[in-house]
């Protein structure tokens, strides 16, 4: 399988973030982690990322506020992002959001969301 695009999976929670990064891996994804919404804008000036999936609820910089800042910059404002939250809320980030999935979520539900916007390239 060639490279099927970046990731970039910005989540707080260490063991979900790590095992999200694995899982994509293994689906022939590039993956960059952040730990929150100022490390993941840090890291869009190093690889710009095909899709972008995002924790709404973190300390420091939120995915709401993460949100507003990508969607104010020209360069990032088209980057597709899902936003993956435990909470059933309305608002401005999920409007801003292309998807939404929540949490918890299965494999399978994040493989057809990542696929709305990357598809799978086979060898």
């Known amino acids: 399988?060639?490279?099927?695009?970046?990731?970039?999976?910005?989540?707080?929670?260490?063991?979900?973030r790590e095992s999200l990064g694995e899982f994509l891996r293994s689906e022939g994804f590039a993956v960059d982690l952040a730990s929150?919404?100022?490390?993941?804008l840090a890291l869009l000036t190093a690889r710009r990322p095909d899709l972008i999936l995002v924790d709404l609820h973190m300390p420091g910089m939120d995915g709401a506020q993460f949100l507003e800042r990508l969607r104010a910059a020209p360069a990032t404002a088209a980057l597709p992002v899902v936003l993956m939250t435990g909470a059933r809320t309305t608002g401005g980030a999920v409007a801003a959001a292309d998807a939404v999935l929540e949490k918890p979520f299965e494999?399978?539900?994040?493989?057809?969301?990542?696929r709305r916007f990357r598809?799978?390239?086979?060898?």
């Open 36 to 40: 929150d919404g100022a490390e993941g």
């Open 107 to 114: 494999l399978d539900d994040l493989m057809t969301a990542v």
């Open 119 to 123: 598809p799978r390239v086979e060898a």
């Open 1 to 16: 399988m060639r490279d099927a695009g970046a990731i970039l999976v910005i989540e707080d929670d260490a063991g979900i």
